[in-house]
């Protein structure tokens, strides 16, 4: 059984389209999270919910806006693609428990974002 | 801010050779210390971690040593395989009550030929 799936794993869209990618959990995590994977491999944290509760939104542009329907599910929705969203956006999900900075997370095998 | 400094690759290493790559940090607190490898057209996978000084994280045959007063957790094994053939990454975990987040490193590609 995979822990943390995501769909699609490709999306090819024109500039100026909108877009939404999916994730789910079947860990019984509280905590998830979004990552954008750039061309040179480097990873930053985009968001993560807390038990469907936002609580790291890291300055990025109000174009994307995740969206927690339940604790097992982060959906990412994109408006107005641009050139520069081209990524691989990973989801990842984490125990959460309150207090540690110990927990592991654990990734989905990503959505490689080509704008075209 | 947190962050993590790890060595420019790529590494291209001979089957059996000794592999070792750099990781030190900044961080305010006490993290934990994470390496995770991601394999070719996969995601990352947790490959060890640590959770306080002096700490060794093992897996796989790869090591790292949480060093508080060097601040570094660098990653060896002793005999590499082909199929060791990855993106490494080095990350620390800060924050507290469901606010923790993963700072990476930028990713060490290595390549292990036969």
Redesign the interface.
């Known amino acids: 059984d995979t822990a943390v799936s995501q769909t699609p794993k490709y999306l090819v869209t024109q500039m100026g389209n909108d877009k939404s990618i999916k994730c789910e959990q079947n860990l019984g995590h509280d905590t998830m999270y979004w990552y954008k994977q750039d061309s040179k491999k480097f990873l930053k944290i985009m968001f993560s919910y807390n038990n469907k509760e936002l609580i790291i939104n890291e300055t990025v542009p109000n174009r994307f806006s995740p969206k927690s329907p339940d604790k097992a599910h982060l959906n990412l929705h994109i408006n107005s693609l641009e050139l520069g969203d081209s990524a691989v956006y990973f989801c990842a999900s984490s125990q959460g428990l309150a207090g540690l900075s110990t927990d592991t997370q654990y990734f989905g095998p990503g959505t490689r974002l080509t704008v075209l | 801010g947190d962050s993590v400094t790890q060595m420019e690759g790529p590494v291209t290493l001979s089957e059996e050779a000794f592999l070792t790559i750099n990781c030190t940090y900044t961080a305010t607190g006490y993290?934990?210390l994470?390496w995770?490898v991601?394999y070719p057209g996969?995601?990352?996978?947790?490959l060890l971690?640590a959770?306080k000084a002096d700490d060794k994280g093992s897996n796989k045959g790869f090591e790292a040593t949480y060093r508080k007063e060097t601040t570094s957790f660098h990653l060896e094994k002793g005999s590499v395989q082909v199929s060791d053939s990855a993106?490494y990454?080095c990350a620390l975990?800060?924050?507290?009550?469901?606010?923790?987040?993963?700072?990476?490193g930028?990713?060490t590609?290595l390549t292990v030929n036969p």
């Open positions: 993290p934990s994470f995770y991601q996969e995601g990352l996978q947790l971690k959770t993106v990454f975990s800060a924050g507290t009550g469901g606010s923790e987040k993963l700072v990476f930028k990713g590609k």
